[in-house]
């Protein structure tokens, strides 16, 4: 059974620190690129921040640039997001996501591959002024 468990989530003063965790299970996390998305309510869920499969490359989202570090540990396939100086607006659920680009699914192939992904279930993060 696939399973992200994500934690870590609370709620912190403006300029303060959390460190969210994703732990994976039931699929080759290694061969997988994982990131972070929030939603805030009333808002769509946005894009926070991505790691390659390989840990070259990270990606994150323009507001959070220099305050977030996404990281990956491959023995304990475990996704983390060390989130600093955090403001108001920052304030959502955090879900785990972990994507991986495939050619066949459920026995149909696809020339140009489709992104299969898991969820997590979220954790709520609230950062008060």
């Known amino acids: 059974e696939v399973q992200l468990q994500a934690s870590g989530g609370g709620a912190v003063q403006a300029g303060g620190s959390l460190k969210l965790s994703c732990a994976a299970s039931?699929?080759?996390?290694?061969?997988?690129?994982v990131g972070w998305f929030r939603q805030a309510p009333g808002r769509e869920r946005e894009f926070v921040a991505a790691?390659?499969?390989?840990?070259?490359?990270?990606y994150y989202e323009e507001s959070v640039k220099g305050r977030f570090t996404i990281s990956r540990d491959e023995v304990k396939n475990t996704l983390y997001l060390q989130m600093n100086i955090l403001k108001p607006e920052d304030s959502a659920v955090y879900y785990c996501n972990a994507r991986r680009l495939i050619s066949y699914h459920n026995g149909k192939y696809y020339p140009h591959g489709i992104y299969l992904d898991y969820w997590g279930q979220g954790t709520q993060v609230t950062v008060s002024s």
């Open positions: 039931g699929f080759p996390f290694d061969d997988y690129g």
């Open positions: 790691i390659t499969w390989s840990g070259g490359s990270t």
